[in-house]
Structures are given as structure tokens and as C-alpha cells.
């Protein structure tokens, strides 16, 4: 019954912005961290950017100073501003959860496309 849903994606063109966010539901996602994945065509799935319950964040250098994630804890949901896109950030987005003891990801959502023309 855990499930992460994504919502936000879309076309946009370089330099523009777009939201992200990322519902979870089903159990309490206390304790553990959340963040987001991509897989670019042809490319293997790269790790981006995740929150710790805390707020504790970690970046990927591919999207340092562009992308900015963020965390409502009551509503189990977090969220990914891209500001700044380039081509090169084409990918299925993968919003992802997992326990802070295990650094595993256990909970994945089903993917969410975003697209930047240049």
C-alpha cells in the first residue's frame, strides 16, 4: 500500500523551471530520507538530490545551485524546484524513500518525465 506518486514533469524550455513533487502515502515516513532519481535516454539511473527527515540535504554537482529540494513532513510530500534547466537534464525523474539506519531505497515512484528543448 506504500506508494510514491510524482506530478510536475513536462516540457520545458532551457532556462525555465519547473516543480516537482512527490506524494508519499501508506506509512509514516519518519526516520527516513527522500529524494529523487534520473535516467537520462541511453544513461544509466544517476542519484540527484535527497532530504533527510532533518532537512539534511545532498546534492548531486550536476544540479547544485539550480535544483533545490525541499520537505513537508506532514504531508509526507517533497518537492524539487529546477530553476536554470539545461538539455542535459532530459530524464524519467525517480522520487525514491528509504530508511536513514539502511541508506537502502526502498520505495520508488513509477517515474515522471521531464523534457528540456534547447
Known amino acids: 500500500q506504500v506508494q510514491l506518486v510524482e506530478s510536475g514533469g513536462g516540457l520545458v524550455q532551457a532556462g525555465g523551471s519547473l516543480r516537482l513533487s512527490c506524494a508519499a502515502s501508506g506509512r509514516t515516513f519518519s526516520g527516513y530520507y527522500m529524494g529523487w532519481f534520473r535516467q537520462a535516454p541511453g544513461k544509466e539511473r544517476e542519484f540527484v538530490v535527497r532530504i533527510g527527515w532533518s532537512g539534511v540535504t545532498n546534492y548531486s554537482d550536476s544540479v547544485k545551485g539550480r535544483f533545490t529540494i525541499s520537505r513537508d513532513n506532514a504531508k509526507n510530500t517533497v518537492y524539487l524546484q529546477m530553476n536554470s534547466l539545461k538539455p542535459e537534464d532530459t530524464a524519467v525523474y525517480y522520487c525514491?524513500?528509504?530508511?536513514?539506519?539502511?541508506?537502502?531505497?526502498?520505495?520508488w515512484g513509477q517515474g515522471l518525465e521531464v523534457t528540456v528543448s534547447s
Open positions: 525514491a524513500a528509504g530508511p536513514t539506519a539502511t541508506g537502502t531505497y526502498d520505495y
